[in-house]
């Protein structure tokens, strides 16, 4: 019980940390708007805007977009297909541990 | 004296991959110097805990009453001296092969000592593996490679700024990146070598 | 171990799962299907980056993922060393192997970025280049780690990598920005800015990600117990003699 606390209280955490983080950063978004127009060069990859209307529909597709998240739930994937194999062998290992302490037993 | 020979001819063989002409071959030689000087350092280290291995002479210098972190000072300083002495012959050869002039090889020297340090205290730090476990030399050069990235970067970027005319002053950084990587691997040498040799 | 008696063979019942693992596996599940309908329906195209722009929302909070594996990895290896706990042992494995995944997704997405911001896939960008760099100190520990089954001396030195590595990550950083920098920087209080539409999108998959970080640690952790329970009572049972070795 207390560990679920724990474990609980920590994802709110380390969650409140990520959340405060990405927060901070909205907050200078409007100020930013302004500084944004004076320098575009460098504000390109720095400053999100959102685009709307017709606009939308130049902007070039995602290929890039879905290999990255592709890729990334590959990454994952793998990972976890990992830690499975390596469930497994333990179960592997303790069952045949268990067999052979049974059959040595007196 | 292998290890010299051995340093050597990595200068000579990435010369001859680099080399193009006379106007890029200062920007070229930090690199190939650095190189050839971390190639040294991890060939020396390997060889002098490879003593240890051959008798279990380390037995019986963990038996002994000297403290520990004495023994990892001794043998860095042993390997630290073996390296310089390697250096003297490397940095002329490099000189040579790539018309260097000899006026930035003082400051040079100094970053080739700091840089040098760092490699031998981190490896010597890892170095132990060899001794301790199955693993071999290439698991040494596989360990402590990634760990001297930010003393390679270090020296050969600021060496090369200092063969294309740049003043003292704006290679300061890089010295004192170099430092903080020495002070890095000469503090968790002395905290951490007794930990990692006792079961 | 659990071996006290030869002849009640260890009776290991199946390892209860906290049903709390599931609910986690199933909360992280839920902010990622969030997450996605979020980064894709509600934030709005951006307007120069155009839909790339959405890899921002994975690459941030999978760096963020990527310090947090590797802080644990450190702390477990200091503790490991200190204590010498195989529980330490446990944490620093499951850290460095969730921080390097982590800086796997960070290091595959940073290039596609890269393509459309800088137009080359590697543009030596530093702190892209000093992830790189950090991430081979905690391959190497990965790598050392898998040379047959590890003992105590390389559990000993895979600790002290993990160490060295966390002062290193920030030199590394320090080092490689001295040398070349074109990263944009977002998500600081001051630089650069994003839309407000953007926001929930981008708090989303940070809690995903913090969700997932915790519960692939968490069953790695528990993997890693086991394998030192079953190492220990097969020791014990070679000990006596049982012929426990499989």
């Known amino acids: 019980m207390k560990r679920w606390l724990l474990a609980l209280s920590l994802f709110a955490c380390v969650g409140a940390f990520g959340a405060v983080g990405a927060n901070g950063a909205v907050g200078s978004a409007s100020a930013q708007d ?9 504000s390109r990859a720095a400053t999100f805007r959102a685009v709307s209307g017709p606009q939308a529909e130049r902007v070039p597709g995602g290929l890039l977009t879905v290999i990255a998240y592709g890729g990334a739930w590959v990454l994952v994937l793998g990972y976890l297909w990992r830690l499975g194999r390596m469930h497994a062998q333990n179960e592997r290992e303790l069952s045949a541990l268990k067999k052979s302490l049974e059959s040595n037993a007196p | 004296m292998t290890t010299a020979f051995f340093a050597v001819l990595v200068v000579v063989l990435s010369s001859l991959a680099f080399y193009l002409d006379r106007n890029t071959a200062k920007s070229i030689a930090p690199g190939v110097l650095w190189v050839a000087v971390v190639f040294a350092g991890i060939t020396s280290v390997t060889r002098s805990w490879g003593r240890e291995r051959e008798e279990d002479a380390l037995r019986g210098l963990l ?26 012959v490397l940095v002329p050869i490099v000189a040579l092969l790539f018309h260097l002039e000899l006026e930035p090889l003082l400051p040079t020297s100094v970053l ?7 490699f ?7 170095g132990a593996l060899s001794v301790q476990t199955r693993a071999r030399d290439l698991v040494l050069s596989i360990v402590v490679f990634p760990l001297v990235t930010p003393a390679l970067l270090g020296g050969v970027v600021a060496t090369r700024e200092l063969f294309a005319g740049a003043p003292l002053s704006e290679v300061l950084g890089w010295v004192q990146i170099l430092a903080a990587f020495d002070l890095v691997f000469l503090g968790a040498g002395y905290l951490l070598f007794d930990a990692l040799l006792s079961d | 171990m659990a071996l006290t008696t030869p002849s009640s063979a260890p009776s290991t019942p199946a390892p209860r799962v906290s049903p709390l693992w599931h609910a986690l596996a199933a909360i992280t599940v839920a902010l990622f299907l969030v997450s996605f309908y979020l980064v894709f329906e509600v934030a709005p195209v951006e307007e120069q980056m155009g839909l790339v722009q ?21 702390v477990g290896g200091l503790l490991f060393l200190w204590k010498r706990s195989d529980r330490w042992d446990a944490l620093s494995v499951a850290g460095a192997e969730v921080g390097t995944l982590f800086a796997a997704i960070v290091l595959l997405t940073g290039p596609l970025w890269g393509r459309k911001a800088w137009g080359v896939y590697w543009a ?9 760099l950090t991430a081979m100190i905690y391959g190497s520990f990965l790598a050392l780690r898998s040379f047959g089954a590890a003992g105590q001396a390389e559990k000993r030195f895979a600790a002290a990598l993990a160490i060295v590595g966390f002062p290193l990550l920030f030199l590394i950083k320090y080092s490689v920005q001295r040398w070349s920098g074109q990263h944009p920087v977002v998500l600081t ?12 999108a981008l708090i989303c998959f940070f809690l995903a990600v913090t969700g997932l970080a915790i519960w692939l640690l968490w069953t790695r952790i528990r993997i890693e117990r086991h394998r030192q329970e079953i190492l220990a009572i097969e020791l014990e049972a070679a000990r006596r003699g049982l012929g426990g070795e499989s």
């Open chain 1, 34 to 42: 302004a500084a944004a127009e004076e320098d575009p060069q460098a």
């Open chain 2, 63 to 88: 038996l002994s009453p000297i403290p520990r972190a004495s023994i990892y000072f001794g043998k860095l300083f042993g390997n630290l001296v073996f390296l310089l002495a390697v250096e003297v």
């Open chain 2, 112 to 118: 080739l000592l700091l840089g040098s340090f760092g």
């Open chain 2, 120 to 126: 031998v205290s981190a490896g010597t730090l890892f």
């Open chain 3, 54 to 74: 959405k890899i921002f929302y994975v690459h941030v909070p999978s760096a963020y993922g990527m310090y947090v594996g590797w802080t644990l990895s450190a």
């Open chain 3, 124 to 132: 030596w960008d530093p702190r892209i280049t000093s992830t790189l």
């Open chain 3, 189 to 200: 209080g001051q630089g650069g800015g994003i839309h407000p539409d953007m926001v929930p």
